[in-house]
Nanobody, 120 residues
Framework: QVQLVESGGGLVQAGGSLTLSCAAS????????VGWFRQAPGKEREFVAA??????LARYADSVKGRFTISRNNAKNSLQMNSLKPEDTAVYYC???????????????WGQGTQVTVSS
């Protein structure tokens, strides 16, 4: 497992943008798949996006496709969120797994989460 720390959450108006970052401590992101999940109050945690550190392939939830972009840069993973909507409000979690696939399951390292609030 790897320790993950998210940053970049906050309050933004609908239509605005935020960038979340995820840093790994104790090791790099190489040979990992890194993803973002979110959990809104009263709802189950849901998959947002994932990227394979090895080949850069990415996968997105339909609800964020075209608005969010996941990227990798050295030892940090970023989630660029544009055209934010009130329904994007949630705690966002960075996650990682020692696998090359982009399946939404199998993530075994999690960050503590960062709050994103989108006002209407």
């Amino acid at each position: 497992q790897v320790q993950l720390v998210e940053s970049g959450g906050g309050l933004v108006q609908a239509g605005g943008s935020l960038t979340l970052s995820c840093a790994a401590s104790g090791r790099t992101f190489s040979a990992l798949t890194v993803g973002w999940f979110r959990q809104a109050p009263g709802k189950e945690r849901e998959f947002v996006a994932a990227v394979s550190w090895t080949n850069g392939l990415a996968r997105y939830a339909d609800s964020v496709k075209g608005r969010f972009t996941i990227s990798r840069n050295n030892a940090k993973n970023s989630l660029q969120m544009n055209s934010l909507k009130p329904e994007d409000t949630a705690v966002y979690y960075c996650a990682a797994k020692s696998a090359y696939d982009l399946a939404v399951t199998g993530f075994d390292s999690w960050g503590q989460g960062t709050q994103v609030t989108v006002s209407s």
